[in-house]
Every structure is written in C-alpha cells, then in structure tokens.
Nanobody
Framework: QVQLVESGGRLVQPGGSLRLSCVAS????????MGWFRQAPGSEREFVEG????????YYNSSMKGRFIASRDNDKNTFYLRMDDLTPEDTAVYYC???????????????WGKGTLVTVSS
C-alpha cells in the first residue's frame, strides 16, 4: 500500500509559477513510477508528466509545451511538478499517482492522492 499526499496548489496569476509536491508513505517509493495528472471541471483526468521509478525516464504531455517538469527525490519519498508560465487553462485539481507498470497511464495507476487545487486567475 502507498499513501500519497499532494500539496502546493493555490491561486496564482497568469504567467506565474508553482511547484507541487507529492509525498509518499508506505511501500518502497523508489519501486514506483510516478505520474502527475489533472482534472478540470467538466473534463476527464488527463496525464501531465511522469517519471520512471529511478528517474531515468521522463514522460510528458506535448500539449504542455515544456512548461511543466516532473522530478523526484527518492531519499525524501517526494515527487514534484514544476509549472511555469501558467494560464487560466491550467486551472484544475492536480493528482499524483503511483504505478509499478511500465506505462504511466491513468488506467495503470495503482494509487492516487486526493489532489491539490491550482487556480490560475487574475
């Protein structure tokens, strides 16, 4: 069992930056590939960024145009998402997920956090 707790979401102005954190507890964090997903009101949950279990491979959503970068610190059991140049369209609840699958897809995620709300507005 893995427990995930996201933090860092808040109200930010367009063009601003945020760093989200996801702290894991339970089974060996370094055994899991991690992904960030987001869900806007009325929309499905979509993949944002992911990183393999030892951080050797990153996966990204090309529509984010390189503004988002995932990273992890296995010594701290923490997974991060750096977000730059935010727009109102980035407003969503951001979730982290853990999987032992080679695929970091929504259907492959075994454990989810409860999410953290990011609101981009002036």
């Amino acid at each position: 069992q893995v427990q995930l707790v996201e933090s860092g979401g808040r109200l930010v102005q367009p063009g601003g930056s945020l760093r989200l954190s996801c702290v894991a507890s339970g089974r060996a964090f370094s055994s899991y590939s991690m992904g960030w997903f987001r869900q806007a009101p009325g929309s499905e949950r979509e993949f944002v960024e992911g990183i393999s279990w030892m951080g050797q491979t990153r996966y990204y959503n090309s529509s984010m145009k390189g503004r988002f970068i995932a990273s992890r610190d296995n010594d701290k059991n923490t997974f991060y998402l750096r977000m730059d140049d935010l727009t109102p369209e980035d407003t969503a609840v951001y979730y982290c997920g853990a999987t032992r699958s080679p695929s970091i897809s929504r259907s492959a995620i075994e454990y989810w956090g409860k999410g953290t709300l990011v609101t981009v507005s002036s």
